[in-house]
Nanobody, 122 residues
Framework: QEQLVESGGGLVQPGGSLRLACAAS????????MSWSRQAPGKERERVAR????????DYAESVEGRFTISRDNAENLVFLQMNKLKPEDTAVYYC???????????????WGQGTQVTVST
Protein backbone atom coordinates (compact mmCIF):
# COMPACT_ATOMS: atom_id res chain seq x y z
CA GLN A 1 0.00 0.00 0.00
CA GLU A 2 1.40 3.35 -1.05
CA GLN A 3 1.92 5.72 1.84
CA LEU A 4 3.46 9.09 2.66
CA VAL A 5 3.82 10.13 6.29
CA GLU A 6 4.92 13.65 7.25
CA SER A 7 6.53 14.59 10.54
CA GLY A 8 8.37 17.49 12.12
CA GLY A 9 5.66 20.11 12.33
CA GLY A 10 5.02 22.18 15.43
CA LEU A 11 4.97 25.63 16.99
CA VAL A 12 7.91 27.93 16.33
CA GLN A 13 8.59 31.61 16.90
CA PRO A 14 9.04 34.00 13.98
CA GLY A 15 12.59 33.78 12.68
CA GLY A 16 12.92 30.20 13.82
CA SER A 17 13.49 26.99 11.88
CA LEU A 18 11.81 23.64 11.40
CA ARG A 19 12.71 20.57 9.39
CA LEU A 20 9.88 18.53 7.98
CA ALA A 21 10.33 14.94 6.87
CA CYS A 22 8.18 12.71 4.71
CA ALA A 23 8.63 8.94 4.77
CA ALA A 24 7.50 7.03 1.68
CA SER A 25 6.58 3.37 1.39
CA UNK A 26 4.78 1.02 -0.97
CA UNK A 27 6.07 2.47 -4.24
CA UNK A 28 9.37 3.04 -6.02
CA UNK A 29 10.29 6.29 -4.32
CA UNK A 30 13.38 6.95 -6.43
CA UNK A 31 11.25 7.08 -9.59
CA UNK A 32 9.00 9.87 -8.38
CA UNK A 33 9.34 13.61 -8.20
CA MET A 34 8.33 14.92 -4.80
CA SER A 35 6.61 18.11 -3.75
CA TRP A 36 5.85 19.98 -0.57
CA SER A 37 2.73 22.08 -0.53
CA ARG A 38 0.80 23.93 2.17
CA GLN A 39 -2.71 25.04 2.92
CA ALA A 40 -3.66 27.77 5.33
CA PRO A 41 -7.24 28.18 6.64
CA GLY A 42 -9.45 29.72 3.99
CA LYS A 43 -6.77 29.58 1.32
CA GLU A 44 -6.03 27.31 -1.61
CA ARG A 45 -3.30 24.72 -1.37
CA GLU A 46 -0.05 26.02 -2.86
CA ARG A 47 3.10 24.17 -3.79
CA VAL A 48 6.14 25.58 -2.04
CA ALA A 49 8.89 23.28 -3.30
CA ARG A 50 9.51 20.33 -5.58
CA UNK A 51 12.44 18.09 -6.42
CA UNK A 52 13.18 15.72 -9.27
CA UNK A 53 13.41 11.97 -8.74
CA UNK A 54 17.21 12.08 -8.63
CA UNK A 55 17.36 15.23 -6.54
CA UNK A 56 19.28 17.07 -9.21
CA UNK A 57 16.76 19.85 -9.79
CA UNK A 58 14.59 21.80 -7.39
CA ASP A 59 12.04 24.57 -7.69
CA TYR A 60 10.54 26.94 -5.11
CA ALA A 61 7.61 29.27 -4.77
CA GLU A 62 8.67 32.90 -4.70
CA SER A 63 7.28 33.25 -1.18
CA VAL A 64 9.81 30.76 0.23
CA GLU A 65 12.77 31.15 -2.13
CA GLY A 66 15.97 31.56 -0.14
CA ARG A 67 14.38 30.42 3.13
CA PHE A 68 13.23 26.85 2.41
CA THR A 69 15.28 23.95 1.05
CA ILE A 70 13.92 20.68 -0.27
CA SER A 71 16.10 17.57 -0.34
CA ARG A 72 15.72 13.82 -0.54
CA ASP A 73 17.41 10.60 0.48
CA ASN A 74 16.51 7.88 -2.01
CA ALA A 75 18.32 5.23 0.01
CA GLU A 76 16.01 5.89 2.96
CA ASN A 77 12.86 6.86 1.00
CA LEU A 78 12.74 10.26 2.65
CA VAL A 79 12.13 13.81 1.47
CA PHE A 80 12.82 16.83 3.64
CA LEU A 81 11.83 20.47 3.82
CA GLN A 82 14.21 22.66 5.80
CA MET A 83 12.41 25.87 6.72
CA ASN A 84 14.42 28.83 8.00
CA LYS A 85 13.53 32.41 8.87
CA LEU A 86 9.93 31.38 9.38
CA LYS A 87 7.21 34.01 9.26
CA PRO A 88 3.66 34.01 10.66
CA GLU A 89 2.36 33.76 7.09
CA ASP A 90 4.10 30.37 6.77
CA THR A 91 1.52 28.97 9.20
CA ALA A 92 -0.32 26.15 7.42
CA VAL A 93 -0.74 22.41 7.15
CA TYR A 94 2.18 21.11 5.10
CA TYR A 95 1.79 18.13 2.79
CA CYS A 96 4.20 16.02 0.79
CA UNK A 97 3.13 14.43 -2.46
CA UNK A 98 4.57 12.24 -5.21
CA UNK A 99 4.17 12.28 -8.98
CA UNK A 100 5.88 10.48 -11.87
CA UNK A 101 7.02 13.76 -13.42
CA UNK A 102 8.55 16.95 -12.08
CA UNK A 103 6.13 18.99 -14.19
CA UNK A 104 2.98 17.32 -12.84
CA UNK A 105 0.54 19.85 -11.47
CA UNK A 106 -0.45 19.83 -7.84
CA UNK A 107 -3.97 18.59 -8.58
CA UNK A 108 -2.58 15.55 -10.40
CA UNK A 109 -0.13 14.33 -7.76
CA UNK A 110 -0.45 10.57 -7.42
CA UNK A 111 0.14 10.10 -3.69
CA TRP A 112 -0.46 12.43 -0.75
CA GLY A 113 0.46 12.44 2.90
CA GLN A 114 -1.94 13.37 5.68
CA GLY A 115 -0.20 16.65 6.47
CA THR A 116 1.61 18.16 9.43
CA GLN A 117 0.72 21.45 11.11
CA VAL A 118 3.26 24.27 11.20
CA THR A 119 2.41 27.28 13.35
CA VAL A 120 4.64 30.34 13.44
CA SER A 121 3.68 32.58 16.34
CA THR A 122 4.93 34.32 19.45
Amino acid sequence: QEQLVESGGGLVQPGGSLRLACAASGFTFSSYAMSWSRQAPGKERERVARITSTGRFTDYAESVEGRFTISRDNAENLVFLQMNKLKPEDTAVYYCSAAPFFSTGLALQKYWGQGTQVTVST
